[in-house]
């Protein structure tokens, strides 16, 4: 019995009905002439028949490559072999004499310094890499990005009393000295009064003109 996985049809949208329609009638008509003989023959021709009639009416999906796994730049490399030097010399430590631990030890020391020191120096090359590709995800569009980060399900039973949520809602949202008056603040610099009175007339009918002009 054959493993191999056959194509994918490339099956039309359910909302076209002309084409299933005529599918589905001369389907009937096939099968009606070419199914014959005991029950396991029948539903292994019906299987073949229905996927070569449609393969040859609607034709197959091309297969989608997959995306090949990014290489490990120079400074990954580094990390994972200093990894490996590491676990070396932890069996190294256990087997080895006291005075080889000593050694091994400000060994092991120095190779977890220069670890750590390449391992951020790696988060912050990816969180800037990161930030790229928000960035231009959101110039791309605002709302599209906006969306995935606030129009996500939630899931979770609450089990704080409302009574607890909305005391706590209200000491931080709330202020009661909100209604006095700030007063002057020593640090603002008084205005100096204008020197040009405020023309407070409504507008002459030359003025609307000109704007209506200029508009135009």
Not at 93 to 115: A, E, H, I, K, V
Not at 177 to 192: K, Q, S, T, Y
């Amino acid at each position: 019995m054959s493993t191999t996985r056959t194509p994918k049809i490339k099956w039309p949208k359910a909302s076209e009905k002309a084409p299933w329609k005529q599918f589905d009638e001369d389907l009937d008509i096939i099968l009606e002439s070419s199914i014959q003989g005991p029950v396991h023959r029948k539903v292994h021709t019906l299987t073949t028949l229905v996927y070569s009639v449609a393969k040859v009416r609607f034709g197959i999906e091309e297969a989608k490559k997959r995306k090949e796994a990014p290489k490990p730049n120079r400074r990954q490399h580094r990390i994972e072999n200093l990894r490996r030097e590491i676990r070396q010399l932890k069996k190294q430590y256990r087997n080895g004499s006291p005075m080889q631990r000593r050694g091994l030890s400000q060994l092991r020391d120095t190779l977890r310094t220069q670890l750590k020191s390449l391992r951020r120096a790696e988060n912050t090359r990816r969180k800037a890499r990161e930030r790229t590709r928000k960035r231009a995800a959101f110039t791309a569009s605002p709302y599209k990005f906006a969306k995935t980060l606030l129009d996500k399900e939630r899931s979770g039973t609450l089990e704080t009393p409302i009574e607890e949520v909305e005391k706590y809602l209200h000491d931080t949202h709330s202020n009661v000295n909100r209604e006095d008056a700030l007063g002057d603040c020593d640090r603002i610099d008084p205005a100096l009064p204008p020197e040009t009175p405020l023309v407070t007339t409504e507008p002459t009918l030359g003025e609307v003109k000109d704007v209506v002009k200029k508009v135009r």
